[in-house]
C-alpha cells in the first residue's frame, strides 16, 4: 500500500531564508509523486509532479523537489521564501491508477 | 477557462437534512473525484468515478453517496448528515491516463 508521510504540521521561516518542506513516501511500485499548494480558502493547485524524468524536478513559483529512491523522499525546496508562499503544502503519491495518495499536509508560515 | 465548478462552497445543515454538494468540470475528463479534508489528516479520497456510470468507494464511503449519469458532473450525496460530516470537501477531476488532478475550491459543510 502506498502511503506518504509530511514531517512537521507547520514550518514557519523568515522571508528570504530557504524553505524546506520534508516528504517521505513508501511504494511498491515506481511511484508517480505530487506536491499541492493551497492558499487560504481555495482549492489545491498543482505545484510540481515527478513520473520517472529527471530526478530534480522545478515547479511554479521557484519551487522545486529532488526524488531519492535511496531516502524513499521527495522533499521540497525554494531557495529564498516570499510573504506570498504562505500556505498549505500537500505531497502526494500516485499509482498508474492515478488514486492520489495525501499526506497530512504542512502549513508554512513566512515572518517579515 | 478550465475548471471545476463546486456548489455551494459553504453550507450549515441540521442532523439528518439530506443535501447534494455539486460537481461540475469542462475539461471533458473522465476521472472524478471527492475528497475530504480535515486538520491533521490531509485529504482523504471519498469516491470516485473513472467514467460514465463507474463509480467506486475511496477511504472514507461511509454516509456519502454519489452519481455519475453525464461525464461533466460528479454530485455528492449525504442522505443523513451527521455532525462528524463536518469537513471541507473538494472536488477533482482528471484526464484518463494523466496523474493530474483539477481540483475544484471547495465546500464547507457544517452539520449542527
Known amino acids: 500500500a502506498q502511503s506518504v508521510t509530511q514531517l512537521g504540521s507547520h514550518v514557519s521561516v523568515s522571508e528570504g531564508a530557504l524553505v524546506l518542506l520534508r516528504c517521505n513516501y513508501s511504494?511498491?511500485?515506481?511511484?508517480?509523486l505530487f506536491w499541492y499548494v493551497q492558499y487560504p480558502n481555495q482549492g489545491l493547485q498543482l505545484l510540481l509532479k515527478?513520473?520517472?524524468?529527471?530526478?530534480l524536478v522545478k515547479g511554479i513559483n521557484g519551487f522545486e523537489a529532488e526524488f531519492k529512491k535511496s531516502e524513499t523522499s521527495f522533499h521540497l525546496t525554494k531557495p529564498s521564501a516570499h510573504m506570498s508562499d504562505a500556505a498549505e503544502y500537500f505531497c502526494?503519491?500516485?499509482?498508474?491508477?492515478?488514486?492520489?495518495?495525501f499526506g497530512q499536509g504542512t502549513e508554512l508560515s513566512v515572518k517579515p | 477557462e478550465a475548471q471545476v465548478t463546486q456548489n455551494p462552497r459553504y453550507l450549515i445543515t441540521v442532523t439528518g437534512k439530506k443535501l447534494t454538494v455539486t460537481c461540475s468540470q469542462n475539461?471533458?475528463?473522465?476521472?472524478m473525484s471527492w475528497y475530504r479534508q480535515d486538520p491533521g489528516l490531509g485529504l482523504r479520497q471519498i469516491y470516485y468515478?473513472?467514467?460514465?456510470?463507474?463509480?467506486d468507494k475511496g477511504d472514507v464511503p461511509e454516509g456519502y453517496k454519489v452519481s455519475r449519469k453525464e461525464k461533466r458532473n460528479f454530485p455528492l450525496i449525504l442522505e443523513s448528515p451527521s455532525p462528524n460530516q463536518t469537513s471541507l470537501y473538494f472536488c477533482?477531476?482528471?484526464?484518463?491516463?494523466?496523474?493530474?488532478?483539477?481540483f475544484g475550491a471547495g465546500t464547507r459543510l457544517s452539520v449542527l
Open positions: 502526494a503519491v500516485s499509482d498508474q491508477g492515478g488514486k492520489l495518495i
Open positions: 511504494s511498491s511500485v515506481p511511484p508517480y
Open positions: 515527478y513520473t520517472s524524468a529527471a530526478t
Open positions: 475539461m471533458n475528463h473522465e476521472y
Open positions: 468515478s473513472m467514467n460514465v456510470e463507474v463509480t
Open positions: 477533482a477531476s482528471a484526464k484518463r491516463g494523466k496523474n493530474i488532478q483539477y
